[in-house]
């Protein structure tokens, strides 16, 4: 008893399991909330009302400020003896390291989206037609409000989207997953590349849109890598937000809405490029930390 009111009246030392454990009760708890709504019926009625929309878009930025910036903010200031350096925004990244995450996204794109492709053909057997239903009700329910918020075609409503979809998306998720659950994991010990993972498929479940999830773990894992590789989380919201900020203004200029940045074609991105874009990813990532290894040996070396 009187560990445990040490622990409560010290909670910036709580133990690091009992951290992680919070972390990802908190996330269950999103997703369970998450999974609850049936359609999305109920904002269609202001497809034809553009200041609705616009309202619509300002407070789905204010939900993710409250749903995951927020509650990491709390988690640093209470939780840890950092503060707010726990996340690892103190500091701008380097020129080379924002080059380089800018660059591995850009060659990700064709094993984005290839994968993209095979994942949206997926099916489950039929005896799991019931859990497919409701997997396909919740696809149908984020691209109707995907659509929606694509409704105003003017310069303004680009802008909106270019802040809400691509910069608070990019911001948010990755201050929660990469700079929260992600650093908890590597703070319990947990290999590097599980920790990258696992952020990368609860980062992915969490949007709901099973035929499209694939592709958005394998964005996770890259993005994850980055961070890991420069400790700075300004990389990997850099790096999201880009890519998503590509996929906004291609659907401004094409008007066809899609997760996919390049085409729904298979045959447009074809299996070479796809495998040569997955070898290129790999190559990248291992060159990073080969040098990232030979930089932290030269550092211990030197007197």
């Not at 996770?220 to 980055?226: E, K, S």
């Not at 937000?241 to 906004?248: G, L, M, R, S, Y």
Request: hydrophobic content about 55%; some cysteine; aromatic content about 12%.
């Amino acid at each position: 008893m009187e560990e445990l009111k040490e622990q409560i009246m010290n909670k910036h030392k709580a133990p690091l399991w009992f951290q992680l454990g919070l972390a990802l009760m908190f996330l269950l708890v999103i997703a369970f909330f998450s999974g609850l709504g049936e359609d999305n019926g109920s904002i269609q009625q202001f497809k034809n009302d553009l200041r609705m929309i616009t309202m619509l878009k300002v407070m789905q930025a204010v939900a993710v400020f409250f749903v995951f910036i927020l509650p990491v903010i709390l988690f640093s200031i209470v939780l840890r003896k950092e503060k707010m350096k726990f996340l690892n925004l103190g500091r701008l990244p380097k020129a080379s390291h924002f080059f380089i995450g800018l660059l591995i996204c850009i060659v990700a794109l064709p094993l984005v989206s290839g994968t993209s492709v095979i994942n949206e053909q997926m099916h489950l057997p039929a005896s799991m037609s019931g859990v497919e239903s409701w997997m396909r009700m919740k696809e149908k329910a984020a691209g109707d409000t995907i659509a929606l918020f694509f409704m105003d075609k003017s310069t303004s409503g680009l802008i909106i989207n270019l802040v809400v979809v691509a910069f608070m998306a990019g911001l948010s998720e990755e201050i929660f997953f990469r700079g929260l659950i992600q650093r908890l994991f590597m703070d319990n010990k947990v290999n590097l590349h599980v920790s990258v993972w696992v952020t990368a498929i609860l980062f992915s479940a969490i949007h709901l849109q099973f035929f499209g999830f694939i592709p958005r773990m394998l964005l996770g894992a890259v993005l994850g890598y980055l961070y890991a590789y420069t400790n700075n989380l300004w990389v990997p919201i850099l790096a999201h937000t880009i890519n998503n900020a590509f996929a906004v203004v291609m659907v401004f200029i094409t008007g066809e809405i899609t997760d996919d940045p390049l085409s729904k074609n298979e045959q447009a991105v074809g299996w070479p490029l796809i495998l040569l874009s997955t070898l290129l990813v790999i190559g990248m990532v291992l060159f990073l930390f080969k040098r990232r290894d030979k930089e932290e040996t030269s550092i211990i070396a030197s007197p």
